[in-house]
């Protein structure tokens, strides 16, 4: 039985291992203009 | 004399149609309409950059009705003015950044991110498009920031450099709302789901008991590890709003109580309740249900931002003051900063540039343009010593003032503020608040009674009393409300209809009669010239372009577009421009007079644009005014009223919308008393106005809409900015008006039923907190899907089908 407590404490690592890459996406401004590039990828360049 | 193809040509810049007579430049093989088209291209082609044209095909704006730029870009170079829009700076590096409103495409996006191609002295520049903000970094030996301001209006995007424009680049601070309501929404979302998984495990286990031992522990353990983050990080914004209300308490009594408070009540008591039963073992808690709620309410908060960040109305005195101007001082001038003027400064306005502070003339005559505050069109003449008002713009030159008020004490500013009272508090404001304050009381006073009246039996008690607080939900109120009515402002927004505040939608409501202005609203504002009464040779003909082209005045401008002239052998010498009323000079030994029937001394009651040549007076050109289409949409609407400052010449035209309820020459002041009139004897009413020269008459009235052909125009008094292709929607909007506030009551209806419900069963003891916390996040979001999709259904079906 005591798999399933190992894999129960890996997914919960592998879930906060991706909210920690949110957060620190959010904090460098990743969200903070999602109107613009939208327009910008019409560049041919 | 041209081709007939080119009666069909489109302008290579802005798309706009060309007739041959008013095709003013032609490139090579590209034709444009106005010379201001023709030299944006010219930038542009000489600088590789016409793939411009190929992104999106409606990029550029026509330059035809750009008034010539007169802003003092130079301005920019003092230090003290470029910290304003500086983000930083180091050594020669510096990146300073601007508000560009006329920012509308991907093409814009591609050519302000390409400035580095025209000017070598800029290192990069990007543009934030919500914002409509540019950024650029350059270095400070090649380039200044005047030039790199001259060279966005040169492009055909001149920065705003007045209050708003500053606050607008300054809007970096809205970001970090969103970066903080993201964070939360993530670290409630991942806490979320974990929890529910734990939740499914138990649940197929048939209860908590039904797990294996070691997990038994595990589980509720892990699960208060989750949503302790939730409690203090992602609920924060309730908490502390509750907390903020509750230390006001014993000062300013029940009013403080927000709709904060019983959420945070309600969050507390499910979440600590949760916690006790899990350390004392006496059960599973709730504490899925808990995260779930405060998911579900940071969604809301989220979509309510996101709604409002859409909406940009910020037209107020602030569009239109600069934010410098030019001070003497021990006889030379100094820029300062708007906010630095004190009593007693002696200020240097500029031709064309707007008075910020109320003062006194120093000095002889001066033309005053008063059309903003007073609406009245024509230039005031202000003698010496005489009473300047801010907001008032110098016509035909320049102007030394003593200042006699600062900038916050002007009157423009006092009015403004005056008029922006009216339009607080609305009837959704008021019956939310005090509803919402009513029902705070209750709630708490209900869930008090219920646990005394359990209270024989402590575990029932408890479990009452946080089910009460839980189920009793005023999301109504907290968000239904302004979601529908942000929905709504959203789905007229992308209409072309911009609304000052949410509550404009309330005040639509029960309007009883329509009052409109003519010239600008109900016809087009530049309409075309009639040649038929003036009597010139070819020669003469082109004499006048010649002339005409000097002015910058729309009417001249447009008998320049008429009149085109071979600049080659044709020259205007002794140019002298009296503004308001005309302009006079010597083109190739002739002296010709354009302006007023006074202005060229001849006697005519045509209201009309004068010419004579060597005094010989040769008639008039006369704008016949062009319908804006769907006019006769109009008819719809109770009791339509005209209110013209013109004279009765084009009566027969609007006959068929406004029967006999038509006034002509009315001056601004007798508009003003009319609207007050029709208010006594009919009821609320709305007046639709061009915006600048209906001021007086758009604050008498209840709602105003100002009526505009490009949404950069300002509205100084008006609720709504209309886009002038709209302006047949006008029923429409007061019909939207009346189904989004049945929508708003139906959420009302609905909420009440469901607390009166709700509660009921709790009191009862039929609901168990998790029942509860289930119940209060569905009827959230039922809420919420309710305004939503009765703001986009009542949009598409029943008003814009």
Redesign the interface.
Known sequence: ??V??IL?FC??LV??G??VA??VA??R?Q??????PP??I???E | MVETETTTARCKHCGDHIGSADMAARIGDDVFCCSGCASVFEILSSHNLC?YYS??ASAGSPQRNAVADTTDYDALDTPEILKKFTEWKSGDLQRISFYVPSMH??SC??LL?QLHKIDEGIRHSD?????KTVAVEFNSTITQASSIARLLSRVGYPPLLTIEGDEQQRLGAR?HV??GL??RL??AG?AM??IM?IAIAIYFAGGIAGL?A??QE?FPW?AIALSVPVFFFSASPWLKGALAALKQLPRRGLQTLTLDVPVALGMTAIFVRSIVEIITGTGEGFLDSFVGLVFFLLVGRLLLEKAYARISFNRTYKSFFPLWVRREKRASEEIVPLEKITVGDILIIRNGEVIPADGILMGDTAYIDYSFVSGESRPVVVRNSQLLYAGGKAAGGLIRMVATSTVQQSYLVKLWERSAVRNSGSVYETVSNTFGRWFTIATILIALTAFVIWLPDTSSAFLVFSAVLIIACPCALTIAAPIALGTAMGVLGAKGIFLRTANTLADLLRIRAVAFDKTGTLTEAISEPDFSALVVSDTERQMVGCLASQSSHPVARTIARHCTYNSATMHAVGVHEVAGYGISGTVNGAEIRIGTAGFVQHHDTVAATHISINGDYRGYVRQTPTLRQGIINLRRLPNRLLLSGDTDQDKELFKAVFGQQMFFGLKPDEKRQLITRVQHETGRILMVGDGLNDAAAMAAANVSIAVTDHTGTLAPASDVVMNASRIQDIPALLTYARQIHRVVWATFVFSLAYNVLGIGLAVLGRLTPVMAAIMMPASSLIVIAMSVAGAHYYARKHVWQ
């Open positions: 039985m005591a399933i407590v129960f997914s919960l879930a906060g991706f909210l949110f957060i959010t904090r401004g969200y903070d203009d999602v109107v613009t327009h910008r019409m560049d041919d | 793939s992104i999106d495409c991907a996006v591609w991110e543009v934030n498009y919500l914002n970001r969103l970066r993201y964070l993530g670290v991942f789901a974990n998984m294996p070691e997990l595990i892990t």
